[in-house]
């Protein structure tokens, strides 16, 4: 598992790109290793992942019968809900790629978005933990999310342009492919799965 120190550089090549300073490659390890490497952004977000399950199981027994309590089933349910959210827009992504023959972008694509994902876990999980904090934030924190939504089209928008070397149609179609189907399968998987507040 990668530590803080090299989490910390690969952070450092995002905001160079963020930043349009294609300098920002070359603290990226786009190699088979590095794709692979990858993925362990996804241990690095369970610490804010779980403040928001539990924001989730809060939202969840507010809506249930006073005696209602979930169990580890429930955890699984959203588990596979943050699975499927991590890798389905990478496989759409993936595909749109190869349709228009682009797939050496692939693992810039994956490696850019997997570790982008650490620091948005912890801006959303901070955002989530407001509410626990402060109840009466809640107007604020609905506010808040909305800018961190347009920060993060903005931000992943300004990535995808560096790696699409400006193909402003690509750049769309990809925040796009990227962005909207993990919407739409989040609500599809939490009411198919019963873990949908009523």
Known sequence: MPGFREVQYYLAGLWLLIRLDPRGFRYLDMSERGVNRSFWAMAWCLPPMGISWLWWRQAFLRSMPPEADVDFAFYFRLG???LANWFVPLVFAGLLLLAFRMGERFAPVVVSINW????????????LALVFFLPGSVGLVSLL????????????ARILRMICHGHALMVGALTLVLLVPSMILSEYLQHFLGIYPA
């Open 145 to 156: 999310l909305l800018a961190f939504m347009l920060a993060q089209v903005f931000v992943l």
């Open 116 to 127: 982008l994902g650490v620091p948005l876990s912890y801006i959303n999980g901070l955002l």
């Open 80 to 82: 596979l809900v943050e």
